[in-house]
């Protein structure tokens, strides 16, 4: 069940080739399996070169439960045509001692079809063992243990409040910053998805974290945002999230109108429908009750966005941050606050640089 149960010798070269490819040691890393499967998830150095697409290994596993001699037949036939391309397209760009990495489902007869043919060609070439089983065996185990090397300062503060916009510039000034939001293409909350951006899948979105955080220094800090367990549709690994609530926090705080025009930007598309936006918000109906709900509908019907925006951040996001807060991060009333008089950039960028340089070496 993934690289811990390769056998010893298996194991060492699964580690060597899994780092060797990670750290961009390979000139191509090739995916043999089908699109489908790459889409959920894959090594982030891989390019899909699938031996038979979606549709021809639906057919061949298909036939493989009548005819499994019939069923060789039709992939190898379309393997050898998909190679083909992809040799004339891609792998001819390469020059011959090229170093090279293939891996499939376990590491079975998808890559050895890659192998070979790379091989044949003279390509320095490796495959790797257990395949992308066991890499995803690996991630998982790096998400139990890679969090825990780092120390975090994690900003706190209700919505609208910045906190995304200040880890970016926090970046931009040089600190190591996890942005969970990015990586999840999400905004956190109830309305927090981003129009016309799907989610990754939890598998993918586990490989981007494991990814991020290998490059980061473990001498130096990792500022991230004290999210919940759940950004939209994607889990945050436990390890991080025990992490992070020990961390060092920062509590932000802004003008209330700033935060509406904070709104106002991100959630544009809201306040061009903001109908859509309460077919969303009834959902709260039964932790707001019936006469809030009603409060925010008549906003909604007389189209007073900005109002509506502040009335659902007073009684809603405002307390159910102060509980959520203070039950995972019990000694926030200890955090160092960051009050912020503006949410453009130039007095973002002036937060993010003077927290920058006096906790570089916190």
């Known amino acids: 069940m993934g690289s811990s149960s390769l056998p010893a010798d298996k194991q060492a070269q699964f580690s060597s080739m899994l780092h060797s490819a990670l750290d961009g040691q390979y000139a191509l890393v090739i995916d043999a399996r089908s699109e489908r499967e790459y889409a959920e998830d894959h090594l982030p150095c891989a390019v899909s070169l699938p031996v038979v697409d ?31 391309h ?71 503060g209700p919505t609208g409040c910045g906190k995304t916009r200040l880890l970016a510039a926090l970046a931009s000034a040089g ?100 109908d859509a936006m309460m077919d969303r918000l009834r959902h709260l109906r039964p932790l707001i009750g019936g006469e809030e709900c009603a409060r925010w509908e008549g906003l909604v019907a007389e189209r007073r966005a900005a109002e509506l925006f502040e009335r659902i951040m007073e009684a809603h996001y405002d307390p159910a941050y102060a509980r959520s807060i203070r039950r995972h991060y019990p000694n926030i009333d200890e955090a160092f606050k960051v009050e912020l008089s503006r949410l453009d950039r130039e007095t973002l960028s002036d937060a993010a640089r003077r927290l920058h340089n006096e906790t570089a070496a916190s």
């Open 54 to 84: 979606n549709e021809e290994y639906a057919e061949v596993g298909t036939t493989h439960r009548t005819d499994k001699h019939r069923a060789y037949l039709i992939g190898v036939s379309y393997a050898l045509k998909n190679m083909s």
């Open 86 to 156: 992809a040799i004339d397209e891609l792998v001819a760009r390469h020059p011959k001692d090229a170093r090279m990495l293939v891996y499939c489902f376990r590491g079975g007869k998808r890559s050895k079809l890659w192998y070979d043919a790379l091989a044949t060609i003279g390509f320095r070439v490796d495959r790797l063992p257990g395949g992308w089983k066991a890499y995803r065996a690996w991630v998982r185990e790096q998400l139990t243990e890679l969090p825990r090397r780092y120390r975090y300062h994690v900003l706190c």
């Open 175 to 274: 600190a190591q910053a996890l942005d969970l939001e990015d990586l999840a293409r999400h905004r956190g909350s109830l309305i927090g998805d981003i129009p016309g951006v799907a989610q990754p899948t939890q598998k993918w979105f586990d490989s981007l974290l494991v990814e991020k955080l290998r490059s980061f220094d473990a001498s130096r800090p990792i500022w991230v945002e004290s999210e919940s367990k759940k950004i939209g549709a994607i889990e945050v690994p436990t390890a991080l999230l025990e992490t992070m609530r020990g961390g060092r926090l920062y509590s932000l705080s802004a003008p209330m109108a700033e935060r509406v025009a904070l709104w106002r930007e991100d959630y544009s598309h809201f306040e061009r429908d903001l």
